[in-house]
């Protein structure tokens, strides 16, 4: 079983900064990519960035320039830094990763149990 632990989440000011880590753990044979998505109320949950296991990333347009993704393959961790934070990034935000537990098995999503962000209007 693979398990994703998410830390970082809190509350903040608009304007500030905050950033969020994902450690995996258990037993897989590698991480495909890995990406954070986020839930706020009432709204369907949606990716806000993600990064290949060769360091490519994609950004949600509402967040680029602000956010940026990083991993750390030996640690098995992804980063995501926020910046210029608004109201509008209030969501619990999901750490997400395309897992082989086995060579003889495709890669499969894990979820981590989410963190909060909450920005103030």
């Known amino acids: 079983q693979v398990q994703l632990v998410e830390s970082g989440g809190g509350l903040v000011q608009p304007g500030g900064s905050l950033r969020l880590s994902c450690a995996a753990s258990?037993?897989?044979?590698?991480?495909?990519?890995m990406a954070w998505y986020r839930q706020a109320p009432g709204k369907e949950r949606e990716l806000v960035a993600d990064?290949?296991?060769?360091?490519?990333?994609n950004y949600a347009d509402s967040v680029k320039g602000r956010f940026t993704i990083s991993r750390d393959n030996a640690k098995n961790t992804v980063n995501l830094q926020m910046n210029s934070l608004k109201p509008e990034d209030t969501a619990v935000y999901y750490c997400?990763?395309?897992?082989?537990?086995?060579?003889?098995?495709?890669?499969?999503?894990?979820w981590g149990q989410g963190t909060q962000v909450t920005v103030p209007s």
């Open positions: 997400n990763a395309l897992v082989r537990t086995s060579w003889f098995r495709s890669a499969y999503g894990f």
């Open positions: 990064i290949a296991s060769g360091d490519s990333t």
């Open positions: 258990g037993t897989f044979v590698m991480i495909n990519s």
